[in-house]
C-alpha cells in the first residue's frame, strides 16, 4: 500500500477533529482530592476526561482498556512488538486573567482557546486522529500501537508508576507533549519544600500576619497575597502604588480591620523556564521588604527576592548549565507564611550532564548558611538519546519531509512522559512558529498546527508499525 500523507487529505476528519476535542476540553480533569473513590484516583472529572477517550477509541473500533483509573490505552494492530505513544489528559488549575471561561472552548481566528489545548489534550486528540486516519485507510500493522493515557502528569506521575506496573513496556515511543522537530534531552526534574523559620517578632509597628502565593510548583505563580496588620506613620497605599509604577506588576492594597489586605499579580508561564513569566510571590516579598515589620521579617521578605528573582539559582551558586539542555532553572511555585513559619515549593530543572548530587550538594551548604532545609518531593533524573540514535533520525527526517526545513533535535526543560520509556521522545506537537500558551491564561493553539502534527505522527507510526 502507498500512502501520501498530506494535511489536505485531513480536511474531512476537521470535523470529527474538532467535536470531540472540544467536549473533552469541556472536562475540568484538574486534581481533586475531594471526589477521590475507587477507579478514580485523582477525581471524578479526571475520570470522566479519561472515560470519554476510552467509549470514543472503543467507538471507532480500538481495544480499550481502563488500568483501574490511574491511566488506560487505545490500542490498534497485531504483532509482538508495541509502540508507544504516551499522552496525559489532566491539566494544571486555570489560574486567573482568562478572557472566555477555561473550560468553554472556543475558536477564534483559527486558534482552539482552553485550558488543556496545547497541554496535553490538544496533542492527544492529534495522536488519536493519526490512528483513526491509518485504520480507516486499512492499513494493516506488523505491530501494536498503543495511545497511552495519563491522568496525574501534571503533579506525581503516579498514573505512569501505577500503569506500567501493570501493563507493558513499548518496545519504543513518543510523547505529543512538547515541540517539533524532536526532543532528544529533557532536564533532570525536582520538586522540593524548602523551609526558613524566623523570630515572629510582633513588636514592630506592623506585623505580617500571613503572606502565600502559587497554586502549582510547575506554574510561575501569577498571584500573591498578604495580610500586614498595625500602624505606620509611612503612608502605606503611596508607597505600593509607587511600587507598582516602577515594575512589571499589578495589584491593589485595601485597608480594612487595623491593616491592609495586599495582592500582587504578575505573568503565569511554565515552570520550564520562570524567565518567561513574572512571579508574583516575588514581586509582593519586594514590596513587602520595604515595609517598617521588625528587622527578622524584612530580612526573610528580601531573602525571597534575592534568591529566586532571577532563575537560576545563582543566589545559591548553583548556577549552572551544559551545551546539550542549557541552564539550570529554578521556580518558586509556592509560598506559605504564618507565625514565622515561610514553606516555599520550588521546582528545579537541572542539566542532562551536570550531575544531580554536584550541584544539589552546593544547594543545601547554600541552605544551612542561611538557617534554611529542603525536603525532596519528587525527583525525575534526565533522559537522553544522541543526536545520531536511529530512532531520533528516523522522526527528525519525518518532520523534515513535511516542513521543508533542515533542523536539529532539541533539548528542553519540560519533563514529558517519555522519561516513562525504556527508550523515547518527545514529539510535537508544537512548531518553532506555535504560541508557547501552556499554563498560561487565554491557553491555545492553532488549528491547522494540530492537523499537522496529525499528519507527522500518522506517518511516524506508519513507518514504526509497518516495519519489521
Known amino acids: 500500500m502507498t500512502i501520501h500523507f498530506e494535511k489536505d487529505q485531513l480536511e474531512t476528519l476537521q470535523p470529527f477533529f474538532l467535536e470531540h476535542l472540544q467536549e473533552l476540553l469541556r472536562f475540568p480533569s484538574m486534581y481533586d482530592s475531594n471526589t477521590i473513590q475507587t477507579g478514580a484516583p485523582f477525581g471524578a472529572s479526571i475520570q470522566d476526561a479519561l472515560q470519554y477517550m476510552l467509549q470514543l477509541g472503543e467507538s471507532e473500533g480500538f481495544v480499550t482498556k481502563d488500568v483501574e483509573g490511574y491511566a488506560g490505552h487505545i490500542e490498534w494492530g497485531q504483532g509482538e512488538d508495541l509502540v508507544g505513544v504516551l499522552g496525559h489528559l489532566d491539566v494544571v488549575p486555570p489560574g486567573e486573567g482568562w478572557s472566555h471561561d477555561p473550560f468553554d472552548p472556543y475558536v477564534k481566528e483559527g486558534k482552539l482557546f482552553a485550558r488543556g489545548t496545547q497541554d496535553d489534550k490538544g ?12 485504520k480507516d485507510m486499512g492499513v494493516e500493522p506488523r505491530k501494536r500501537v ?6 496525574d502528569e501534571e503533579r506525581s506521575w503516579a498514573c505512569m508508576d501505577h500503569y506500567f506496573s501493570k501493563e507493558e513496556m513499548p518496545v519504543v515511543g513518543f510523547s505529543p507533549d512538547a515541540m517539533f522537530p524532536v526532543i532528544h534531552a529533557e532536564k533532570g526534574l525536582i520538586d522540593m519544600e524548602v523551609t526558613k523559620q524566623i523570630d515572629a ?8 500576619v500571613h503572606f502565600h502565593g502559587g497554586e502549582r510548583l510547575n506554574m510561575v505563580p501569577y498571584k500573591a497575597t498578604a495580610r500586614i496588620e498595625g500602624e505606620s506613620e509611612e503612608e502605606i497605599d503611596a508607597l505600593f502604588e509607587d511600587f507598582l509604577l516602577n515594575s512589571n506588576y499589578e495589584g491593589s492594597i485595601i485597608e480594612e480591620n487595623n491593616g491592609y489586605s495586599v495582592t500582587v499579580t504578575g505573568k503565569s508561564a511554565h515552570a520550564m ?3 518567561n513569566g513574572t512571579n508574583a510571590i516575588v514581586g509582593l516579598a519586594k514590596f513587602l521588604a520595604t515595609l517598617p515589620f521588625s528587622q527578622p521579617v524584612r530580612e526573610l521578605m528580601g531573602w525571597i527576592d534575592n534568591c529566586y528573582e532571577d532563575g537560576r539559582g545563582t543566589a545559591f551558586s548553583i548556577n549552572c548549565g551544559d551545551q546539550i539542555s542549557g541552564p539550570l532553572t529554578m521556580n518558586l511555585g509556592t509560598l506559605s507564611y504564618k507565625d514565622g513559619i515561610c ?3 520550588v521546582n528545579t530543572r537541572y542539566p542532562v550532564a551536570v550531575p544531580f548530587d554536584e550541584w544539589f550538594q552546593a544547594f543545601t551548604k547554600a541552605l544551612d548558611k542561611d538557617e534554611a532545609s529542603v525536603d525532596i518531593k519528587e525527583h525525575l533524573e534526565p533522559i ?11 522522526l527528525l527526517a519525518i518532520y523534515e519531509k513535511h516542513t521543508g526545513e533542515s533542523v536539529e533535535p532539541l533539548a528542553i526543560g519540560g519533563a514529558t512522559y517519555a522519561r516513562a520509556l525504556t527508550q523515547g521522545v518527545a514529539y510535537g506537537a508544537m512548531f518553532s512558529h506555535s504560541p508557547d500558551t501552556a499554563h498560561n491564561a487565554d491557553e491555545h493553539v492553532f488549528i491547522d498546527d494540530l492537523l499537522q502534527a496529525a499528519v507527522i505522527y500518522a506517518e511516524a507510526l506508519y513507518e514504526l508499525v509497518t516495519s519489521d
Not at 498503543?146 to 491522568?151: E, N, P
Not at 537522553?384 to 528516523?394: A, I, S, T
Open 123 to 134: 496533542p492527544v486528540m492529534a495522536a488519536f486522529l493519526a490512528m483513526k486516519w491509518l
Open 146 to 151: 498503543r495511545l497511552i493515557l495519563g491522568t
Open 201 to 208: 517578632d510582633h513588636s514592630a509597628s506592623l506585623d505580617l
Open 273 to 275: 523556564e520562570p524567565r
Open 343 to 345: 514553606e516555599m515549593g
Open 384 to 394: 537522553y538519546l544522541p543526536k545520531d540514535h536511529p530512532f531520533v533520525q528516523q
